[in-house]
């Protein structure tokens, strides 16, 4: 046998990066959370989630350097834990097997990375342990583990509503080309909400809709769809670190049709016009930035890619 050969049964998933080309945040809650009216969207950007059959249970993480293990939980902490007690729990069955995730979504990076390796997880084990979990199941337990879990079971581009959970598919027929600039420091999506309500004390209880988001999707014209780019994060993100704002202005500066913080940041994302444009723009910006990737959407939700 091949050393590279899977072990019998292993099943691998890979689940995408998002960003939010729309984030329109509502005042909080009486829960905390902000209501949410965004319009997620899939990046050809993906962790891989291994689960292998075993007696014992054991997470391990695979992590490039450029993304690094600072921000990464400790033992037992990893959103990848949460998932697997959450689907044992609902099946009453013990959690059992041998994970390992393979990182290639920036931590703490406004991505949902973690998010994307609990929904791999969960469809990972879900087929290991033979559960066979409604997608309806699957949705509501990936809802409890984290705002943005839902989306990373779908994938594609869709709108999110609620505190983000709430999950709609919308037709998106366009291959949009972006540069990713990942930062190596990241950015607590917690730290980036309070701040947003530090400088909006006054938000509408109601966020911002989506309409001219949708509309210019369905021109599949990446010049429109620059000009409704919205989020309400980036100014408290850019406030608490300026030099994304820098960042921003430089992508545009040497061509992109736009620069947008990813969710609550710190990476940046900037729409370009193709892949060429994008390979263009992200060669001028290596100038000044140690890692800058072409990525491009949408792209399938968690989804098998090998199974023994
Ligand atoms: C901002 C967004 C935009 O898509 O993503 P990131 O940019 O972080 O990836 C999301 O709202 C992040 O979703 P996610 O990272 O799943 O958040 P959760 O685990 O549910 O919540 C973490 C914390 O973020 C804050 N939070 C999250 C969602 C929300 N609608 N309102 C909030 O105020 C709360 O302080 C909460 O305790
Ligand atoms: N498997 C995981 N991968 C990345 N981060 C994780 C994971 N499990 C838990 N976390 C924690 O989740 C938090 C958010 O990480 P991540 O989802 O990468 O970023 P963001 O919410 O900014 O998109 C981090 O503080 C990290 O420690």
Known sequence: MSPLAPVAGAVTVRAPAKINLHLGVGAPRADGFHPLTTVYHALGLCDDVTATPAERW???MAVPDW???DALPADGDNLV?????????HHGVPVHGLVSVAKAIPVAGGMAGGSADAAAALVALDRVWDLGTTDEDLLAIAAQLGSDVPFALVGGTAVGTGRGEVVEPVADHGTWWWVVVPSTEGLSTPAVYRHFD????DAA???????ALLAALATRDPHRLADVLHN????????LRPDLGELIDRGQGVGALRGLVSGSGP???FLCESADHARSVAASLEQDHPLVLVANG???GAHLVEYA
């Open 58 to 60: 054991g997470v391990t």
């Open 67 to 69: 993304i690094g293990t």
């Open 81 to 89: 834990d949460r998932a697997a007690a959450l689907l044992a729990a």
């Open 198 to 201: 530090e400088m909006f004390p």
């Open 205 to 211: 209880p109601e966020p911002c809709g989506a309409e």
């Open 232 to 239: 309400d994060l980036q100014l408290p993100a850019i406030d």
């Open 267 to 269: 990476t940046c994302v």
């Open 298 to 300: 949408p792209v399938a």
